[in-house]
């Protein structure tokens, strides 16, 4: 089946830094992925959806300023948080929709947990 | 807006037991619905996707349905083991231009050995 990589799984930064997650599809092309994030004991929550080569279109309540995403090739979208704050904490998912499906089935990464001190 | 809900929230279960997970979504208009499992601190594995016109999926020892009309989707779990032990999530696709998945809480299952 198809497969999406997240990278790094964990990371730990100090407050006011920027942190980059990679979200890559292995073995096909993804014209559009998405990101969630998830509280504790939440459903995971819509934040973005990133076009190939055009700008990610936000959830109400998301900063774009503060989540920057970019999707620069069919198989690459990041997640940048910038100037962290302990509040940014959680998991981040993204998944991935491929060209070559028109199922609507979606293909997620194993997620990313950010912890900011 | 669609609201996606999950009935129970925990359940735990002895090993050997059939069980059913409830889904409920308040518009029907959908384009699919999936069933997912998510692992402490993983990401999530698409169990099963259930297009609009289907009724039912299988995998194993998984059976989904899905009755659109109702706005219900069960997940029935078949002589349960101690190592589907995890959160299932329900999800549903509106599709049709709209990318928006959305999530029920998850229904945190536990199956004692």
């Known amino acids: 089946g198809a497969v999406v990589s997240q990278h790094p799984s964990r990371v730990i930064c100090k407050s006011g830094t920027s942190v980059k997650i990679e979200c890559r599809s292995l073995?096909?092309?993804?014209?559009?992925m998405f990101w969630y994030r998830q509280f504790p004991k939440k459903s995971l929550m819509l934040m973005a959806t990133?076009?190939?080569?055009?700008?990610?279109?936000?959830e109400q309540g998301v900063e774009k300023d503060k989540f920057l995403i970019n999707h620069a090739s069919l198989t690459l979208s990041t997640l940048t948080v910038t100037s962290a704050h302990p509040e940014d904490s959680s998991f981040y998912i993204c998944?991935?929709?491929?060209?070559?499906?028109?199922?609507?089935?979606?293909?997620f990464g194993e997620g990313s947990r950010l912890t900011v001190l | 807006k669609q609201e996606v809900t999950q009935i129970p929230a925990a359940l735990s279960v002895p090993e050997g037991e059939n069980l059913v997970l409830n889904c409920s979504f308040t518009d029907s208009a959908i384009y699919n619905l999936q069933w997912f499992r998510q692992d402490p601190g993983k990401g999530l594995t698409s169990l099963l996707l259930?297009?609009?016109?289907?009724r039912e999926q299988t995998s194993g020892r998984l059976n989904a349905s899905l009755d659109k009309s109702s706005g219900r989707s069960t997940l029935y779990i078949a002589a349960s083991q101690p190592g589907d032990s995890a959160t299932y999530l329900c999800a549903v696709y509106s599709g049709a231009g709209s990318y928006q998945l959305t999530f029920g809480k998850g229904t945190k299952l536990s199956v004692i050995p």
């Open positions: 998944s991935a929709e491929g060209v070559f499906t028109n199922t609507g089935e979606l293909f």
């Open positions: 990133s076009n190939e080569g055009s700008k990610a279109t936000y």
């Open positions: 073995d096909f092309q993804a014209t559009t």
């Open positions: 259930i297009q609009s016109s289907q």
